[in-house]
C-alpha cells in the first residue's frame, strides 16, 4: 500500500487541484485576517467556509479523482498487488495530499499575523481538525460513488447530491420536522440527527469549542446541554472520526468484488 | 499450468461465460478465438483476477488463485485497450512498474526490439496507438514471466514490429512458457498456435490443435475451419427460428 500511496500523493501534490485548494484557503484566511483585523472573529468567519466547503471540495476532488486513476488502478490491477492495498492507497495518497494544502494554506496566514492567545490558537486547532475530517470523509464517500458508478455523470451527480443533501437538505427536513413534532420531547431524535450528519457534527465540535452558543443552534443546544461541552467536544469528534472511518472500510471491502 | 474449471460468468444478469473449463499444461502458444463479444477477453481476465467468476475454480501453477494477488508475480499481461496515466514518461512509466511489482524487470532489450528509444521521454499521452501498444507489450514481456496473456497483441502494429512480436512469442515458446493469445487474424493463429481454443456462446467448442481442427470441419485452414464452425451454429439458429415461426403460424390457425 506505501508504495501506491507514494505515488498517488506524489502525482496529486504536484497536481493543480491540491495547488488549487492551497491558494484558495491561503487567499480566503489571509484576507478575512487583514480585513477584520481580529483572530477570533476571522475563525468564526471561517468557521462557516470551511463547514460547508471542505465537504463540497472533498465530494468534487473524491470523483475526479477516482475516474481520472481508472486507467492506473486497471494498470496495478494486473500487477501482483493486493486490491485492498491499491484502493487504499489510492485514496490516502489523494486524501494527505488534499489535507496537506488545506493545512498549509489555513495555517500560513495564521502564522504571519499571529494568533493573539491560547485560546484562539486551540479554537484554531479545532477548526483544522473540523476541515480535515470533512475533507476526509467527503473524499471517501465520493470515491465509493464513484467506485460504484462507472458512467461519470451519474457518478458526478450522486456525488453532488449527497453533499446537497448533507450540507443544505438536511438541515431544513431538521428543522421542520422539529416544528411539526415540537409537541414531542425531541432530544434523543435530535441527538441522533446530528450524529448521523457529519457536517452538523463537525459544525457542533467547532461551536462547542469556540464556544458561541448564539450560533449552536438547537441541535448544538442539546449536544450541550446533554453532555456538557467537553464531553460533547468528545463524542462529536468521536462520531465524526466514524465518518472517515466507516467509508473508508467499505471501500477496503467493496472493492474486492468489482469487475473491471 | 493454468486451469479453469467449470467457470460461470454474468454481467448484471447477461451470462457471458456458461461453464468453462480448460487445461493448458505444456508449454507453447494457445489461440482463445471466437465471435466479438463471445467472453474471450473476460475468460483472461478471470485469469487474471480483474473480474471474479460467479462460481468455478482457477488454478495457476497447480494453486486456486481467486481473490489472490501474488501470483501475478508470475503473469505478463497485454490489456485488449491500453490505458495508461497519461501524465507519465514513457520510461518513468516502466520504472514505476517494476518499482511496483518489486521485480527488476529488463526493458531495454524489449525496447531495442520494438524500436522505442526515441520514445523514452515522450509522455505517455503523446504516443500513437500503436506505440502505445508496443509499450504495453514491453511491459507485458519485461518481467520474464512464465505465463504471458495477450489480449489482441497484433493490433495497430506495423509489420516490422509484427516480425519482433512473433519472434518474441516464438522465443518464449522456446523456453517453455505458456502463451494465451486472443487474434482475429487467422494468418498469426496458423504461423503460430498449437492449440486452438474456440469460444462460443459462453462455452468451449473446440479444444485442440490445427490439424484435429481441419479433420473436424473438413476444411482446410484455420480461416476456412473456423468459418464453418461459425455457419453451422447460424444455421442451426436459423432452423430453429424457422421453426418458432412455423409454431407461431399454426398457433395462429388454431386461434
Ligand atoms: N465490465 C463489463 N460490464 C458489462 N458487460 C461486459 C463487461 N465486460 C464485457 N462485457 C460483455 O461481456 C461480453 C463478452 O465481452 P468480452 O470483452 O469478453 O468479449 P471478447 O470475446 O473479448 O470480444 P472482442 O473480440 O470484441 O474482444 C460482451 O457482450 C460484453 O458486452
Ligand atoms: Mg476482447
Redesign the interface.
Known sequence: MK??LK?SFF?MIRSRWSIFYFLFFLITASSLLYMSNDSSRALASLMNIVIILCPLIGTLFGVMYYYN????I??????????RDIFLGEYFGLAFSIVISFIAGITIPFIFYGFGGADTLVNFLTIVVAGSILTMAFLAISFLVAMKNSNKIKGFGLAIIIWLFMAIIYDGLFLMSLFIFEDYPLETFSLAMTVINPIDLCRTLVMLQLDISALLGYTGAVFNKFFGTSQGIIISLFFALLWVAGPVWTISWQC??K?? | MIELKNIYKA?KKVPVLKGVSLKMEKGGVYAVLGPNGSGKTTLM?CI?????PDRGEVFVGGESVI?K?????N?G?L?QIA?????LKVEELFK??S????QKGNSEDLIQRFGLEKYLSYKLSSLSGGTRQKVNLVICFMFDAQYILLDEPTSGLDPVAMIALRKLIEEKKQEGKIIILTTHIMDVVEKMADEIIFLMEGKIYFQGDQEKLDELTGSEGVEASIAQLLLKEEKGKNDSSQKNGFRFKLNKVAL
Open positions: 508504495r501506491i505515488y502525482d486513476s481508472r486507467d492506473f486497471e494498470l496495478l490491477l494486473a500487477q501482483p498487488i493486493k486490491r474486492k468484488a469487475d473491471f | 454481467y481476465k487474471l483476477g480483474m473480474v471474479l481473490k494477488h501474488s501470483y501475478r508475480e503473469i499481461y490489456p490505458r495508461f496515466p497519461d501524465n514505476m512498474i518499482d511496483l511489482r518489486g
